[in-house]
């Protein structure tokens, strides 16, 4: 198995090592939301994502017709 401390070195790793560690444990401390939402933020929420969806989607035939 392929190590980060064998690609970058003992020191370099070590430290690359702790930054994907840190990241890690912050990412699973807010893994669950703990607050609670209203009906009208939920669907709020699910308004910006779909947006966002079709503008990276817009963004991407843009640049997809750009090519041609």
């Not at 020191?11 to 939301?33: F, H, L, M, S």
């Not at 079709?54 to 035939?61: D, E």
Request: glycine share 8%; charged share 20%; hydrophobic share 50%.
């Amino acid at each position: 198995m392929v190590t980060i401390e064998s690609i970058f070195g003992t020191r370099i790793g070590g430290v690359i090592r702790g930054w994907t560690d840190k990241i890690t444990e912050i990412n699973q401390k807010y893994a669950k939301p703990r607050i609670k939402m209203s009906r009208g933020v939920k669907i709020a929420l699910l308004f910006l994502r779909v947006y966002l969806v079709l503008l990276v989607i817009l963004l991407g035939y843009k640049f997809w017709t750009l090519l041609r």
